[in-house]
C-alpha cells in the first residue's frame, strides 16, 4: 500500500517562508519521480515543482527562484521549501509520486496540506 503523506503547512506572513514535507511509504523511493502542486479555492490543480529519481527539477514560473524542492532517499522524503512566500501562494499543496516498473505505471497522491499566505 503505497502513501504519501504531507506536513508543515500552516498561516505564515508574506514574505515569510514554509518548508512542506512529503514522507512516501510503501514503495521504492529513490527510483520514484516526485512533484508538489496546488489547488487555490475556485480554481484547478496547479504544477509547482518536480524532481525526477535522478533528482533533476522544473519549477513552474510563478515560484522559480523563490521555492526548491529537494529530497532524502533515506527518509524517503520530499521537500518543499517555500521562500518569500506571497498571499497568491494560499492553497492547498499535493505531493505526487510517479514510477514505471514491471507492473507498469503508477502514480499517487497524498492528502494534500493548506497553505495560507496573509498579506
Known amino acids: 500500500q503505497v502513501q504519501l503523506v504531507e506536513s508543515g503547512g500552516g498561516l505564515v506572513e508574506a514574505g515569510k517562508s514554509l518548508t512542506l514535507s512529503c514522507v512516501v511509504s510503501?514503495?521504492?523511493?529513490?527510483?520514484?519521480?516526485m512533484g508538489w502542486y496546488r489547488q487555490a479555492p475556485g480554481k484547478e490543480r496547479e504544477f509547482v515543482a518536480f524532481?525526477?529519481?535522478?533528482?533533476?527539477?522544473n519549477y513552474a514560473n510563478s515560484v522559480k527562484g523563490r521555492f526548491t524542492i529537494s529530497r532524502d532517499n533515506a527518509k524517503n522524503t520530499v521537500y518543499l521549501q517555500m521562500n518569500n512566500l506571497k498571499p497568491e501562494d494560499t492553497a492547498v499543496y499535493y505531493c505526487?509520486?510517479?514510477?514505471?516498473?514491471?507492473?507498469?505505471?503508477?502514480?499517487?497522491w497524498g492528502q494534500g496540506t493548506q497553505v495560507t499566505v496573509s498579506s
Open positions: 505526487h509520486s510517479s514510477w514505471a516498473d514491471g507492473l507498469g505505471n503508477h502514480d499517487y
Open positions: 510503501g514503495s521504492t523511493f529513490a527510483i520514484n519521480a
Open positions: 524532481m525526477s529519481g535522478g533528482s533533476s527539477t
